[in-house]
């Protein structure tokens, strides 16, 4: 299959940043608020802590910034039984971590709050229950109506496994033979890197995001939302779900996405309206060459 504008890859935890805005959404509408316990929006679960006077908060999921594992999750092979989020948060699921360290073990708050940076899918998974309990809706269905239909991002979903796999560029790469082969890993936590998405979707919800940045209004996100997301509550670098660099009019906001089979990265400029979006079938980082001939081509500055 020749790939074209409209081939969507996995976007791995560029599904991060994408979540960030839906709970910012929800939070403009009063139904989430970054600063509280987490636990008073889970309905059928709740994250067991034993910091008890440390209760975790949305923002800190969002920031890694909660002291939670694992890091990452495995996946399931496409020809298998999808495990489900509930059987991952109560670590019902079979090999859904990395083997070593903090890699793999039950989703829990490893250390106090708040008190470093470790990042880790197993808050997203937190997250995404958060938001399916408020909503009371699937996350896929909930995102749908928050952020990826109101930005325009047509070609974009979280539907895990896929239902339309037309026009989709099947992964590559020995990771993903090694862990069951198949053309892509089905990813029940969706909201860490569950996203399907294309480069041209990702351009249009960057260009959201700049355009409410300069203040402008009557857009789908909110220059109050906008200033929140690129805002790094505990450092210089780390947004609500997105990273950042520089400051003032050099203020730039990025993410990477690895899933078994691909690789995907985006940056973009605040203020000049630059981006670039680049996603590959490949689960290679060899991106460098590619954004170094971009500059070039069009004089940017490194």
Request: with cysteine.
């Amino acid at each position: 299959m020749q790939v074209d504008t409209s081939t969507q890859f996995q976007a791995g935890s560029i599904s991060k940043p994408v979540t960030a805005l839906g709970v910012l959404e929800l939070c403009a509408d009063g139904k989430l608020d970054l600063d509280s316990d987490v636990n008073r929006y889970l309905k059928t679960w709740q994250l067991a802590s034993k910091f008890t006077n440390n209760p975790v908060t949305l923002r800190e999921l969002l920031c890694h910034r909660a002291g939670m594992v694992p890091r990452s999750f495995a996946g399931e092979r496409e020809a298998g039984r999808p495990h489900t989020l509930d059987e991952a948060l109560n670590n019902h699921a079979w090999f859904y971590g990395w083997i070593s360290g903090h890699y793999f073990g039950t989703v829990e708050a490893k250390y106090p709050p708040g008190s470093r940076y470790l990042y880790s899918a197993g808050g997203y998974a937190v997250v995404q229950k958060a938001m399916e309990d408020v909503t009371a809706e699937p996350f896929e269905t909930a995102m749908a109506g928050l952020v990826l239909k109101p930005v325009g991002m047509s070609r974009s979903h979280f539907q895990q496994p896929p239902q339309d796999t037309n026009d989709i560029a099947r992964g590559y790469g020995w990771m993903l033979t090694l862990f069951g082969g198949g053309r892509w890993r089905v990813l029940p936590e969706k909201a860490m890197g569950g996203l399907w998405t294309t480069p041209q979707d990702i351009a249009r919800l960057i260009i959201a995001v700049q355009k409410a940045k300069s203040g402008e209004v009557g857009g789908p996100i909110s220059p109050a939302i906008a200033n929140e997301y690129l805002t790094a509550p505990y450092d210089g670098w780390q947004g609500i779900g997105i990273r950042l660099t520089g400051s003032g009019e050099n203020l730039k906001f990025y993410h990477d996405g690895a899933n078994f089979g691909y690789f995907a990265r985006f940056g973009a400029d605040v203020s000049n309206g630059r981006a670039w979006v680049i996603m590959s079938n490949g689960q290679k980082n060899k991106f460098g060459p590619i954004t170094k001939s971009i500059a070039r081509e069009f004089g940017w500055a490194p």
